[in-house]
């Protein structure tokens, strides 16, 4: 069974870069896109950006100028990284799996997720 | 259109049927998945495709859709089905990812 491992600094002060890494274990890297999601205190999910086996990647419009995902597929793992950040940050970070199948119509899901990472933005 | 819309709340009497609905422009190319978060949870998927339930989701869970809204129907609705849902897809561009401003569900 898949399983995704997350870690990175949970405290920062405005400006500084956010980091985390999610480690997949238990199944293949490839095939899937990997994906970080956060949710702020109270608030829904959003997308923040993912990555493939390949190093092809998706962001967010409104966070690309700040976002970077990169992949190290020899350690099966996957990182996020936040530049520039602020209180407007704070949230619960998510990393998840998701595949997209294609056909008549088609299919995106995210089927694995990480259990969070809370990261707080402040002086 | 990029977004996909839920309305905030609905509440079910236990036992009941309750759907949940949500609308957006890349539903008409896309499936929606479906996800349930309870409080201090990570969400979980519920429904994907066009009604496929992962492994350990119930039965009293399945989807639908039509044009651009895709549904969460929950058929005899539990206690323990109290949560937040969120529908999910890719965007209109077929590039990035969108999720649903999620329903707060209340069993009474």
């Known amino acids: 069974q898949v399983q995704l491992q997350q870690w990175g600094a949970g405290l920062l002060k405005p400006s500084e870069t956010l980091s985390l890494t999610c480690a997949v274990y238990?199944?293949?890297?490839?095939?899937?896109?990997w994906s970080w999601i956060r949710q702020p205190p109270g608030k829904g999910l959003e997308w923040i950006g993912e990555?493939?086996?390949?190093?092809?990647?998706n962001y967010n419009p409104s966070l690309k100028s700040r976002v970077t995902i990169s992949v190290d597929t020899s350690k099966n793992q996957f990182s996020l990284k936040l530049s520039s950040v602020t209180a407007a940050d704070t949230a619960v970070y998510y990393c998840?799996?998701?595949?997209?199948?294609?056909?008549?119509?088609?299919?995106?899901?995210?089927?694995?997720w990480g259990k969070g990472t809370t990261v707080t933005v402040s002086s | 259109s990029s977004e996909l819309t839920q309305d905030p709340a609905v509440s079910v009497a236990l036992g009941q049927t309750v759907r949940i609905t949500c609308q957006g422009d890349?539903?008409?190319?896309?499936?929606a998945s479906w996800y349930q978060q309870k409080p201090g949870q990570a969400p979980v998927l519920v429904i994907y495709?066009?009604?496929n339930r992962p492994s350990g989701i119930p039965d009293r869970f399945s989807g639908s859709s039509s044009g651009n809204t895709a549904s969460l129907t929950i058929t005899g609705a539990q206690a323990e089905d109290e949560a937040d849902y969120y529908c999910?897809?890719?965007?209109?561009?077929?590039?990035?990812?969108?999720f649903g401003g999620g329903t707060k569900l209340t069993v009474l």
């Open positions: 999910n897809s890719r965007d209109s561009s077929g590039n990035g990812v969108v």
């Open positions: 890349s539903l008409r190319s896309y499936y």
């Open positions: 998840a799996r998701a595949r997209e199948l294609t056909g008549a119509r088609y299919y995106y899901y995210m089927d694995v």
């Open positions: 495709g066009k009604n």
């Open positions: 238990g199944g293949s890297f490839s095939g899937y896109y």
């Open positions: 990555i493939n086996h390949s190093g092809s990647t």
